[in-house]
């Protein structure tokens, strides 16, 4: 079969990191007898240097054209990097955030496993690692915080922000039913995040759920509040199967729930709507401390492209392939440096891509 897969390399360790997953993805495709055409599309910083905006029509058209999309990731120093001298919509970021709205992908799935061979690169105590832990995080990508109105202002000469958090009954519906499907596949439990005990749209999502759970009596439905949760994370993180939370709570718990699986290099993510076109990227950022220099771990990247195989092409041996695979290398003692424990083997981007394809 062919696929078209528009690819965005973005910025700062964006390039290295997809380069890995392309050369993983053709890999597969010399063994299955697929093949895997790409359309390099701009966004964020690279795309402002060369076009002068994060995300023109073009590329949003070529990316919706496309079968699926593999980004690496956007933006640069927030502090440092020129491009946060623009005004806000003209800023890496924000061409990331109009793809996702423009192509209606409001499902994040973020799947957080703790590998065996990962145990000794988690900061958690072996009592608590136990056997290991997989869960999902289930993060509503196109409401709340990030898409609500938002302004900057004088009130009686005293400088004042708002950013507005607002969800509507179908937007929950929609995410809830992707948490309970997904968990359905899994051990059908739901734990739903949110802040109810203060914000009305917490409120407003915990009882939308409560009623879309009605049509899924065989899942479990539990709630919990954000800040418990958090705490939760790092004190018993094998209690969860899929957590299910708006938008910016989700961006904050799935960084959490990276690094208790040993890295925030190590959690990939799937971004799906109602279509099979989907955007797949690591849940990381750009990394821009440390990009260039041959050291960032592409395994994310990778595994988001096994995703892709897995929801948007339906290949689901091509995607176990590249997972053990990448469970192989691991198992060999190879690491970057972010994975890094005693007794290992440092390997860079590189090495780790072409040890992966070996395993293949
Ligand atoms: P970050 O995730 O880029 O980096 C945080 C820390 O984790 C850094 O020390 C970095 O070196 C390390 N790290 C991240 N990915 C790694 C990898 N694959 N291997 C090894 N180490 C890795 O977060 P940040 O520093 O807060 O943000 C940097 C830029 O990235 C900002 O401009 C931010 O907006 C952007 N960002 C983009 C995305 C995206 O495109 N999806 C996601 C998050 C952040
Ligand atoms: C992520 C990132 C993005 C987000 C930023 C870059 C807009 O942190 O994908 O987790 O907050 O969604
Ligand atoms: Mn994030």
Redesign the pocket.
């Known amino acids: 079969m062919n696929y078209n897969i528009a690819v965005i390399p973005g910025d700062g360790i964006g390039p290295e990191i997809v380069e890995e997953a392309k050369k993983v993805l053709d890999a597969v495709g010399r063994k299955y007898n697929h093949v895997f055409h790409y359309t390099e599309v701009l966004m964020g910083g690279a795309s402002i240097d060369k076009t002068g905006v994060p995300l023109t029509e073009e590329a949003l058209a070529a990316a919706k054209k496309s079968d699926s999309i593999l980004l690496g ?3 640069g120093n927030v502090s440092t990097s020129p491009w946060y001298i623009l005004p806000p919509a003209l800023r ?2 924000a061409g ?2 109009a793809l ?1 709205k423009g192509l209606n992908l409001f499902a ?1 799935i973020r799947p957080a496993i703790l590998f065996d061979e990962l145990k000794g690169a988690c900061p958690l105590k072996d009592e608590i690692i136990g056997n290991g832990f997989d869960f999902v995080v289930m ?1 509503e ?1 196109t409401g709340g915080l ?1 898409f609500g109105e938002r302004k900057t202002e004088e009130v009686d000469g005293i400088r004042t922000a708002y950013d507005s958090l607002v969800y509507n009954e179908n937007e929950i519906k929609r995410i809830a039913r992707w948490a309970f499907d997904i968990a359905m596949k899994r051990n059908k439990r739901v734990c739903s995040v949110d802040k109810a005990n203060v914000l009305d749209s917490s409120r407003l999502w915990r009882q939308v759920v409560k009623e879309v759970a009605k049509d899924y009596p065989e899942v479990e439905l539990t709630d919990m509040l954000v800040d418990n949760c958090a705490m939760q994370l790092v004190k018993d993180p094998k209690q969860f199967d899929v957590i299910l939370t708006e ?2 709570f989700g ?1 904050i718990l ?2 959490e729930a990276s690094m208790v699986t040993g890295s925030i290099g190590m959690l990939a ?1 799937a971004s799906l709507g109602d279509t099979k076109l989907g955007l797949y ?1 690591p ?3 750009s990394a821009p401390d440390i990009a260039g220099e041959n050291k960032a771990n592409p395994i994310a990247t990778i595994l988001s492209a096994a995703m892709m195989l897995r929801y948007s092409f339906e290949l689901e041996e091509e995607a176990n392939a590249i997972e053990n695979g990448i469970k192989n290398v691991l198992k060999k003692g190879y690491r970057t440096v972010d994975i890094m424990s005693e007794g290992k083997t440092m390997v860079g981007t590189k090495e780790m891509g072409q040890f992966i394809i070996k395993e293949l």
């Open positions: 990731a956007v933006g890496p970021e990331l955030l996702r994040n993060r990508l990030y938008n910016m961006d799935s960084d993510s990227e849940s990381h950022g």
